[in-house]
């Protein structure tokens, strides 16, 4: 009597190579929301100055551009994570997942050079600054928060890179997206940790003196009325999480407040652009958050409704 054999380990787990599903299963590791946050700022840093001037031959290459550099950053952090005992092993041999990371960085600096050459510069500072956030400063000291606030700003920078002329006031708005994203990026620092060190009430305080900074570039018309209901919209967004903040000063910060402040971003920056441009300007800038903020709620969902009944 013939006994048919039976697989019990599916063949595809000895496959090794460049599997598709496999490296698939690493771009499920990008964070989609830093992304599409990214995308945004750099669409945001090109209408600022260019405004109605909208060329697809420049801001397409800056748009792949920023989700290149990004999707390679979020790899890097996972393969550092790997490399500290920190995760266990990706879906892809750790070899292979750098050569993804270095054919990502590698895209985003080519697309930004279709841009032009002062693109490309801008694209090189914000590689290397990520690639140093990630790999040095991102745990630890007051550092990490500072290095992704700065790479993050200079999002804004590689979009007015190809259509800037000279010294611009405008320029200046950047400075205050690194404050925004120093505070998320502390937010989720001390959430890594069992123990926080900070009062989370200064979080807010730091967040109010940048929501009324905004008001008042408002108020003596560095920015047009029309950043007005961007603004509103931000504080409306961000508010409910940064006042439990402050109410829960001492509490283990929730990663949803963090979550909270990235999904702004897209209207913060709308803010720049509607205050600049005016608010219709602002629209395509505020719509980027939709996207990330619908992914994310269907990833969260997706996870509870896989815990068991009776755990979690």
Not at 28 to 36: K, N, Y
Not at 158 to 166: E, F
Not at 281 to 288: C, D, R, S, T
Request: charged share 10%.
């Amino acid at each position: 009597m013939k006994i048919k054999s039976i697989d019990i380990v599916p063949k595809t787990a000895f496959k090794s190579g460049w599997d598709t599903q496999r490296i698939w299963d690493w771009f499920q590791s990008v964070r989609l929301s830093h992304l599409l946050t990214a995308m945004a700022d750099v669409l945001a840093g090109y209408l600022i100055i260019a405004g109605s001037d909208f060329r697809l031959s420049l801001i397409a290459p800056l748009l792949l551009s920023a989700g290149c550099l990004t999707a390679a950053g979020s790899i890097l952090n996972e393969l550092q994570a790997m490399q500290d005992g920190r995760q266990e092993p990706g879906p892809l041999p750790f070899r292979q997942g750098v050569l993804l990371c270095l054919a990502l960085f590698g895209s985003g600096l080519g697309a930004a050079s279709m841009a032009g050459g002062v693109a490309l510069l801008g694209a090189v500072v914000v590689t290397g600054h990520m690639a140093a956030y990630y790999l040095f400063f991102k745990s630890g000291t007051i550092l990490g928060p500072a290095a992704m606030g700065l790479f993050r700003a200079e999002f804004l920078f590689l979009g007015m890179a190809p259509v800037v002329s000279g010294a611009n006031m405008v320029m200046l708005l950047p400075l205050l997206t690194f404050g925004y994203v120093f505070l998320l990026a502390f937010l989720e620092q001390q959430e890594a940790r069992e123990e926080p060190s900070f009062s989370g009430r200064w979080i807010t305080v730091g967040a109010a003196v940048l929501y009324l900074a905004l008001f008042g570039l408002v108020a003596v018309h560095f920015l047009k009325f029309d950043a007005l209901p961007f603004l509103l919209l931000l504080l409306l967004f961000t508010g409910p999480a940064l006042f439990r903040c402050f109410l829960r000063p001492r509490s283990l910060p929730s990663r949803s407040t963090a979550n909270v402040l990235l999904f702004g971003i897209p209207l913060l920056s709308a803010v720049y652009v509607a205050g600049v441009q005016g608010w219709l300007f602002g629209i395509p800038v505020a719509l980027f958050i939709l996207p990330g903020f619908w992914l994310f709620w269907k990833r969260r969902g997706d996870k509870q409704t896989s815990i068991p009944d009776g755990e979690g």
